[in-house]
């Protein structure tokens, strides 16, 4: 504060406000945030206050008449008045040096001036707009977001109808299409690209309901013909986006709008489909299930999966948590996809060419009461359904076990 006070425009006067409340032990600094909307620019009836080129808002206070219009425009207390003079003063950044007083002033080099050009850069560069457009703890941007930083820019994204809708979210090309057809229009688009020669991606980016039901016709052609694109299914167990109706992978004895809990009903009867295991079995170059929890896991098969895709099909299928549909507290996804993985309810496998393998295995599994206690969609279940439950996990792990055998020279 002394270098602002001492560099000279207003005897005695910083540029930069200090707010103290002593009785709260709290101080910190109000400045001017050079911000882009510049209300302060627009009010100023002399037209004292002008944004330079690299951005700086500057105030000339020969032109100042002292009015106060631009202090109270300032969402961030950013102009004050100088009463003494009749002038406002705001940080100009020290326009007239270099480096700003008080970066040279401080001792432990925390001050440091940002480019906000490198700034905008930065974002730019990032393949997702900011601002959440999901449900509060939702975890589906985060899966779209690793996706498409991992996947780079050189790509066409499809996505239907549903909760990730990303048209507007993203900044690679969007293509909307039908729950039905989105594995058939990838398949057109990547056509085109292979018949120009363009190494373009092509990503489908949809839920389980288009995938493991209303599109998965188009999606398993698509795998046996072998077409070059990289399918990402999102899997929140349920048709999330319409009302929470069950869906193909709706695990057993999950309440859902669709399958209600009363005295005949008891959440859903049947087993959730395997749908990652089916698509794997049509032989394509590339499958695998994935998770949030485990990152370096789900990274390393998004690059796998974006090189299989530059010659034929490859699928990843994603636990991803809803805490909407699943009654779930909001704080809490990421731990019940590291319990879901222990509990073998998801285990974490690819499959290259047919050729299943497991990228991670539980020592002792957890029961599955582990998982399904944190979500009240499980919470009316019995004992007896636990144990349904808890029998067809052990089921469909062992069944994945044994297609992982199949590579082991031994038993071949
Ligand atoms: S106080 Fe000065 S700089 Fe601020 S609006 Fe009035 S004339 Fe413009
Ligand atoms: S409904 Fe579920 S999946 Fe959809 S945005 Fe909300 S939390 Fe996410």
């Not at 996706?147 to 780079?152: F, I």
């Not at 820019?153 to 969007?174: I, N």
């Not at 899997?235 to 999950?254: K, L």
């Not at 297609?403 to 082991?408: A, E, F, M, S, Y």
Request: hydrophobic content about 35%.
């Amino acid at each position: 504060m002394d270098a602002c006070v001492n560099r000279g425009a207003f005897p005695k006067q910083a540029m930069i406000e200090r707010i103290s409340l002593p009785e709260r032990d709290f101080s910190t600094v109000s400045t001017c945030n050079q911000c882009s909307a510049g209300d302060c620019i627009d009010v100023c009836p002399t037209g004292a206050i002008v944004r330079k080129d690299d951005g700086v808002v500057t105030l000339d206070v020969a032109k100042c008449i002292g009015c106060g219009l631009c202090n109270m425009s300032c969402p961030y207390g950013g102009i004050m008045s100088v009463p003494t003079m009749h002038k406002s003063t705001k940080c100009d950044m020290c326009a007239h040096k270099d480096t700003p007083a008080c970066v040279e002033a401080c001792p432990q080099n925390t001050l440091s001036v940002k480019d906000t050009g490198k700034i905008f850069e930065q974002y730019n560069g990032d393949p997702y707009s900011p601002g959440l457009q999901f449900c509060a703890g939702c975890v589906m941007e985060l899966v779209a977001r690793v996706l498409l930083e991992t996947l780079g820019d050189d790509v066409v994204l499809f996505g239907t109808p549903s909760c990730c809708v990303l048209s507007d979210k993203v900044k690679v090309p969007y293509y909307g299409t039908l729950m039905t057809n989105i594995a058939s229009t990838a398949s057109g688009v990547s056509r085109y690209f292979k018949k120009t020669g363009r190494e373009t991606l092509c990503l489908a980016l949809a839920g389980d309901g288009a995938t493991a039901d209303i599109g998965f016709g188009a999606v398993s052609a698509a795998a046996e013909r072998n077409e070059r694109m990289l399918y990402v299914c999102y899997d929140n167990e349920a048709y999330m986006n319409t009302g929470i109706q069950r869906s193909g992978t709706t695990p057993f004895g999950s309440w859902t709008n669709t399958t209600q809990i009363g005295s005949v009903d008891h959440g859903k009867s049947r087993a959730a489909k395997d749908v990652p295991v089916l698509i794997a079995e049509h032989g394509v170059p590339y499958a695998a299930t994935a998770t949030l929890a485990y990152m370096e896991d789900f990274i390393e098969k998004i690059q796998k999966a974006k090189e299989a895709a530059k010659h034929g099909f490859a699928y990843l299928h994603v636990f991803t948590p809803c805490p909407t549909g699943w009654k779930m507290p909001t704080n809490k996804a990421i731990e019940i996809t590291r319990v879901a993985v222990e509990t073998n309810y998801f285990p974490l496998w690819e499959a290259q060419n047919g050729d299943f393998r497991f990228t991670h295995q539980v020592q002792e599994r957890a029961p599955i009461d582990t998982f399904i206690k944190y979500m009240k969609r499980f919470s009316h279940m019995d004992k007896e359904q636990v144990e349904i439950l808890q029998g067809l996990v052990d089921r469909r792990y062992s069944k994945v076990s044994r297609l992982t055998l199949n590579n082991d020279p031994e038993t071949l």
